[in-house]
C-alpha cells in the first residue's frame, strides 16, 4: 500500500493504492495528474480556469475542457432534478460576500439556476450575468476520475481523500468518522466501493469556517450522504440541508444517495 497526500483543491487530497504488479508510485502519480488537471480548469480562484473564462465572457461563447462539458452538465442534471436547490449559479453571491475572489467580473446577479448555463458541442456560454461555482461538485469529480486512473493501473484497492470527499474502491473498507456542527469526530465505520462527502451548515460565514451553502431554507447541521461516485455525494449534501430533516432521507433517497446525520 502506498500514500501520497498533495495540496489541490482547495483542500489536502490524499491518495491511497494497492497494486500486485508494484507500480503504485506510477498509479498515484497518474491520479494526481487527473485532479491537478482538473483543478487548473474548474477552479472559480483561478482566473485562467474555464469556469473564469465563461464567467468573464459577458455571454460569448467559450471552449473549454471535455471534462469541464461534463461536470457542467451533471451540475445541470442533478440541478433540474432537485427543482433547482443545487444551484452552480450562487457565485455570484459568494463573491458579494468575499468568499470568493471578483476577477473583475463588472455587473453579475448573485444567482438565477441552471438552466442559464447553455452547452453547444466544445463550449459554453451564460444566458445571463451569473456566476458558475463548480468547486464542490468539481472536487468530487476530480476524486471520480483519479479513482477511475488507479483502476486503470490494475490497482486492486484504495482510496481518494479531498478533504471529505471520499471514494473507496476494492476489496478494502475505509474507516470514516464526521466531524459534526460541534467540531466532533463521530466514527461510522467503514465505507466500500462507494462515496461519501460531508457539509457542516451554518449561518453566517467566518474566516474559520469558509465554506458557506446558500439556501433559502436551509437547516444547521452536519450533512453526509453515501453514493456511489463522489460528484453526486458532495451534490447531495448541498441538498439534503434545504429539505425538512423528517423528508431529508427520502428525498436524498431519490436522487442516489444515503443520508447521514449526526
Not at 464526521?178 to 465505507?191: F, M, T, Y
Request: aromatic content about 8%.
Amino acid at each position: 500500500m502506498l500514500k501520497r497526500m498533495r495540496p489541490f483543491l482547495g483542500t489536502y487530497v490524499e491518495i491511497g493504492a494497492h497494486c500486485t504488479l508494484g507500480n503504485e508510485n506510477d498509479a498515484v502519480n497518474a491520479a494526481f495528474k487527473e485532479i491537478q488537471e482538473i483543478h487548473n480548469i474548474m477552479s472559480f480562484h483561478q482566473v485562467e480556469s474555464d469556469i473564469s473564462r465563461i464567467n468573464l465572457a459577458n455571454g460569448n461563447w467559450v471552449t473549454i475542457n471535455k471534462k469541464t462539458k461534463n461536470c457542467l452538465k451533471l451540475a445541470k442534471t442533478i440541478s433540474c432534478a432537485s427543482d433547482g436547490l443545487f444551484n452552480p449559479t450562487i457565485g455570484g453571491e459568494l463573491v458579494k460576500y468575499g468568499i470568493l475572489p471578483n476577477h473583475d467580473f463588472g455587473d453579475f446577479i448573485n444567482s438565477s439556476d441552471a438552466k442559464d448555463i447553455e452547452i453547444k458541442g466544445d463550449q459554453a456560454r451564460l444566458l445571463r450575468p451569473v456566476l458558475i461555482c463548480l468547486d464542490g461538485i468539481a472536487k468530487g469529480f476530480a476524486v471520480d476520475y483519479a479513482t477511475k486512473k488507479l483502476k486503470e493501473f490494475a490497482c486492486e484497492y484504495g482510496w481518494i481523500n479531498a478533504g471529505g470527499d471520499i471514494r473507496v474502491f476494492g476489496d478494502y473498507a475505509f474507516p470514516v468518522s464526521i466531524r459534526n456542527e460541534a467540531g466532533e469526530n463521530i466514527e461510522i465505520g467503514g465505507i466500500q466501493n462507494s462515496a461519501i462527502a460531508t457539509s457542516v451548515v451554518r449561518e453566517n460565514h467566518t474566516p474559520n469556517f469558509p465554506s458557506w451553502i446558500i439556501g433559502k431554507n436551509k437547516r444547521q447541521g452536519s450533512f453526509s450522504v453515501i453514493a456511489a461516485s463522489a460528484w453526486r455525494a458532495d451534490a447531495l449534501t448541498k441538498i439534503a440541508c434545504n429539505y425538512e430533516k423528517c423528508i431529508a432521507s427520502e428525498k436524498i433517497a431519490q436522487l442516489g444517495g444515503h443520508l447521514i446525520e449526526v
